[in-house]
């Protein structure tokens, strides 16, 4: 089996233009030359190897990265790449660090909440990484609950400064990525009080290091958290604890975009919306999705290419085995998260519409879509960064043995991925949140107030509750308009039979308590059904490309028919389709994995990801994956002796009798 290319037959199959499929992926023809040109160049610089960090200490493990954000940042300088070009390549770098913090996090903070003239200040220095910052919000006893947070700035007239402290041992900053051993600067997250007043959560520029020594300032206590899920993994970034014991800044170091304090200690609303923070949120939000659909693909881009070259039973006289890939137990398993990967690519491209036009609204004053567009950033942020966690480990399970190797890649992924399901807002939470605000839009039907964005389809409330799926047979599954209603009218029964077994509480907060798991059904309802939405109005564009549009039809059929199968008892308990209807849908279902079966080593080949990417011994371009697992494993630190490090103490005394004289 050695030597041979398994994936050239596969390429031979393909129904589609891979290459236009590949800038379809990457969004545009402009991202896919800069993606690609980003991926090749960290793929062919040694400087960026890390096939070794499983076997590194977590101090070895630590400086490496060090090493490597620096020699990133000189390429930046040297290659004079844009701001895009630079962010690109440090998504190829493939390696948590704490730059990830300051260009995601703690720049977004201050040009969404400084004033101009703070922006003016800190952004240059930041943009030449001249200063390093964090994000230091969450803290040892409060994350979720924001306005719980303990850590203090009080103002202090006499002088014009704040003083920030840490009252309790929860009020600890903890987690915070780049706090634990770089960053310089954070924007943290305190109570203001002022004129002997509290004045909510608000957040200030506070210096943490000396800019020539590296040492903490006085009155601050700040170190890393220790080691955390995985090896190699997210261990790569210093997340930190910080403590103040009252540290003073200037007044002008509070981020006074939207709220001012007077150098008389009087606070003042600015003339700037309080909203406009929003627009950071959606911000954030919608790059956590993107990256969603850029783990996932990789995962699948994994699975897909070992299960074609992997061979188990089925062989006869001698022939070759059956591909994993064509047995049906693993299409229905792998061809869904393909599907997803994709649909998840695009409601990605559609938040980052929504961020633009958000912010161009909130600049209007405009707020009335607002609400919707943070309960929608909120809930497919949850969706997809959970869906895609479970989806990392299935692709594990469906290289069986191979994928609990860390050389295939998949455990150090899953490990690095997970913590997307807590970070910006705890999925659960998030998804609560989701259904206080869709609790809200229905009660608001026959108001007069029409729903908006993603809810529109509520303001069809009567048509929704009383519509009877129109499938007689198989093929009627493949209609656009047969799905998506199927998917409006369930998002709408479970939301409206939620609201009215809400009504039945007296305390309304007490009955949102107790139905608290019902509404979270009702959420990812809602939210299952934008995604699938926004895949259908994507197949609405004009897509070029030999066979391209019809394998994204498929693909969004398989996600819609999939999620349709997952969920049927959704489907069938709100009355939305009856069995016999559920039944052909499964019928559709087998036979859209029949028709993707051919094109699917080329869907996932149009990722366009360098093996130096995926760094996955299974999921290698051309196929051969046998001799690098077995090459791999001989570089394993435990081999570099024949006979182990403990034998003549602990092993020779056992295989001897001797042990009861052995000096353990």
């Given at each position: 089996?050695?030597?041979?290319?398994?994936?050239?037959?596969?390429?031979?199959?393909?129904?589609?233009?891979?290459d236009?499929?590949?800038?379809?992926?990457?969004?545009?023809?402009h991202?896919?030359?800069?993606?690609?040109?980003?991926?090749?160049?960290?793929?062919?610089?040694?400087?960026?190897?890390?096939?070794?960090?499983?076997?590194?200490?977590?101090?070895?493990?630590?400086?490496?990265?060090?090493?490597?954000?620096?020699?990133?940042?000189?390429?930046?300088i040297?290659?004079?790449l844009s701001?895009?070009?630079?962010?690109?390549?440090?998504?190829?770098?493939?390696?948590?660090?704490?730059?990830?913090?300051?260009?995601?996090?703690?720049?977004?903070?201050?040009?969404?909440?400084?004033?101009?003239?703070?922006?003016?200040?800190w952004?240059?220095?930041?943009?030449?990484?001249?200063?390093i910052?964090?994000?230091?919000?969450?803290?040892?006893?409060?994350?979720?609950?924001?306005?719980?947070?303990?850590?203090?700035?009080?103002?202090d007239?006499?002088?014009?400064?704040?003083?920030?402290?840490?009252?309790?041992?929860?009020?600890?900053?903890?987690?915070?990525?780049?706090?634990?051993?770089?960053?310089?600067?954070?924007?943290?997250?305190?109570?203001?009080?002022?004129?002997?007043?509290?004045?909510?959560?608000?957040?200030?520029?506070?210096?943490?290091?000396?800019?020539?020594?590296?040492?903490p300032?006085?009155?601050?206590?700040?170190?890393?958290?220790?080691?955390?899920?995985?090896?190699?993994?997210?261990?790569?970034?210093?997340?930190?604890?910080?403590?103040?014991?009252?540290?003073?800044?200037?007044?002008?170091?509070?981020?006074?975009?939207?709220?001012?304090?007077?150098?008389?200690?009087?606070?003042?609303?600015?003339?700037?919306?309080?909203?406009?923070?929003?627009?950071?949120?959606?911000?954030?939000r919608q790059?956590?999705?993107?990256?969603a659909?850029?783990?996932?693909?990789?995962?699948?881009?994994?699975?897909?290419?070992?299960?074609?070259?992997?061979?188990?039973?089925?062989?006869?006289?001698?022939?070759?085995?059956?591909?994993?890939?064509?047995?049906?137990?693993?299409?229905?398993?792998?061809?869904?998260?393909?599907?997803?990967?994709?649909?998840?690519r695009?409601v990605?491209?559609?938040?980052?519409?929504?961020?633009?036009?958000?912010?161009?609204?909130?600049?209007?004053?405009d707020?009335?879509?607002l609400?919707?567009?943070?309960?929608?950033?909120?809930?497919?942020?949850s969706?997809?960064?959970?869906?895609?966690?479970?989806?990392?480990?299935?692709?594990?399970?469906?290289?069986?043995?191979?994928?609990?190797?860390?050389?295939?890649?998949?455990?150090?992924?899953?490990?690095?991925?997970i913590?997307?399901?807590?970070?910006?807002g705890?999925?659960?939470?998030?998804?609560?949140?989701?259904?206080?605000?869709?609790?809200?839009?229905?009660?608001?039907?026959?108001?007069?107030?029409?729903p908006?964005?993603?809810?529109a389809?509520?303001?069809?409330?009567?048509?929704?509750?009383?519509?009877?799926?129109?499938?007689?047979?198989?093929?009627?599954?493949?209609?656009?308009?047969?799905?998506?209603?199927?998917?409006?009218?369930?998002?709408?029964?479970?939301?409206?039979?939620?609201?009215?077994?809400?009504?039945?509480?007296?305390?309304?907060?007490?009955?949102f308590?107790?139905?608290?798991?019902?509404?979270?059904?009702?959420?990812?309802?809602?939210?299952?059904?934008?995604?699938?939405?926004?895949?259908?109005?994507?197949?609405?564009?004009?897509?070029?490309?030999?066979?391209?549009?019809?394998?994204?039809?498929?693909?969004?059929?398989?996600?819609?028919?999939?999620?349709?199968?997952?969920?049927?008892?959704?489907?069938?308990?709100?009355?939305?389709i009856?069995?016999?209807?559920?039944?052909?849908?499964?019928?559709?279902?087998?036979?859209?994995?029949?028709?993707l079966?051919?094109?699917?080593?080329?869907?996932?080949?149009?990722?366009?990801?360098?093996?130096?990417?995926?760094?996955?011994?299974?999921?290698?371009?051309?196929?051969n994956?046998?001799?690098?697992?077995?090459?791999?494993?001989?570089?394993?630190?435990?081999?570099?002796?024949?006979?182990?490090?403990?034998?003549?103490?602990?092993?020779?005394?056992?295989?001897?009798?001797?042990?009861?004289?052995?000096?353990?």
């Amino acid at each position: 089996m050695e030597g041979v290319d398994h994936l050239a037959h596969e390429g031979s199959k393909t129904q589609f233009d891979v290459d236009e499929m590949k800038i379809v992926w990457a969004g545009s023809r402009h991202a896919f030359e800069v993606s690609d040109r980003m991926a090749r160049l960290v793929a062919s610089d040694p400087a960026f190897r890390k096939d070794n960090r499983v076997m590194l200490s977590r101090k070895e493990l630590f400086k490496n990265t060090l090493r490597k954000a620096a020699h990133a940042w000189k390429l930046v300088i040297e290659l004079r790449l844009s701001e895009e070009e630079a962010g690109k390549m440090r998504s190829f770098v493939d390696e948590p660090a704490y730059t990830d913090l300051h260009w995601g996090m703690f720049i977004p903070a201050i040009k969404g909440q400084g004033t101009e003239e703070q922006q003016q200040k800190w952004l240059p220095l930041a943009y030449k990484m001249q200063i390093i910052g964090c994000y230091a919000q969450t803290e040892l006893g409060h994350g979720s609950n924001v306005q719980g947070l303990e850590t203090t700035a009080t103002f202090d007239p006499m002088t014009d400064e704040f003083v920030i402290h840490s009252p309790t041992l929860t009020s600890s900053k903890w987690w915070p990525g780049g706090l634990g051993k770089v960053s310089t600067h954070a924007v943290v997250y305190a109570r203001l009080i002022a004129d002997g007043e509290q004045h909510g959560v608000h957040g200030f520029i506070v210096q943490l290091r000396s800019l020539d020594d590296h040492m903490p300032l006085p009155g601050i206590t700040v170190g890393d958290i220790g080691m955390k899920f995985g090896s190699g993994a997210y261990n790569t970034m210093d997340n930190g604890v910080l403590r103040f014991d009252h540290v003073r800044i200037p007044r002008n170091q509070m981020l006074m975009r939207v709220m001012q304090v007077t150098r008389e200690g009087k606070c003042a609303q600015s003339y700037v919306p309080r909203q406009l923070i929003y627009g950071t949120m959606v911000y954030v939000r919608q790059t956590i999705v993107a990256d969603a659909s850029s783990a996932l693909s990789r995962a699948v881009c994994i699975a897909t290419r070992y299960s074609a070259v992997r061979r188990q039973f089925g062989s006869q006289d001698g022939g070759l085995e059956t591909q994993v890939i064509d047995y049906k137990t693993q299409q229905s398993r792998l061809f869904p998260l393909l599907a997803s990967a994709y649909a998840f690519r695009f409601v990605g491209e559609w938040l980052k519409w929504l961020y633009t036009d958000v912010t161009q609204r909130l600049q209007a004053n405009d707020f009335s879509t607002l609400p919707e567009a943070h309960a929608c950033t909120a809930g497919l942020k949850s969706l997809t960064t959970s869906a895609t966690a479970d989806a990392i480990e299935e692709c594990r399970k469906l290289c069986g043995g191979h994928g609990y190797l860390s050389a295939s890649g998949l455990p150090e992924l899953f490990a690095v991925y997970i913590p997307a399901c807590t970070y910006e807002g705890d999925n659960v939470v998030l998804l609560l949140q989701v259904a206080r605000f869709l609790m809200k839009t229905v009660s608001q039907l026959g108001s007069g107030k029409k729903p908006v964005g993603t809810t529109a389809y509520m303001a069809r409330a009567e048509d929704l509750l009383q519509c009877q799926c129109s499938v007689k047979e198989v093929e009627d599954w493949l209609k656009p308009s047969v799905i998506l209603e199927a998917f409006e009218a369930r998002a709408l029964r479970m939301c409206v039979a939620r609201a009215q077994s809400l009504n039945q509480f007296p305390n309304p907060e007490e009955g949102f308590a107790e139905l608290s798991a019902d509404l979270v059904e009702a959420a990812i309802a809602h939210c299952q059904y934008i995604v699938v939405s926004k895949f259908i109005e994507k197949l609405k564009q004009d897509i070029p490309g030999k066979g391209v549009k019809e394998q994204l039809q498929i693909l969004c059929n398989i996600y819609a028919l999939n999620l349709l199968h997952k969920h049927v008892g959704d489907f069938l308990s709100t009355g939305c389709i009856t069995p016999k209807q559920a039944s052909l849908a499964n019928d559709q279902l087998r036979s859209l994995y029949s028709q993707l079966r051919r094109n699917a080593i080329a869907l996932v080949d149009a990722f366009n990801y360098t093996d130096h990417y995926l760094g996955s011994v299974l999921g290698r371009y051309d196929g051969n994956v046998y001799p690098k697992p077995y090459e791999e494993a001989w570089k394993d630190p435990l081999n570099d002796s024949v006979v182990p490090d403990g034998y003549h103490e602990y092993v020779r005394p056992m295989l001897k009798q001797q042990l009861r004289n052995a000096r353990l």
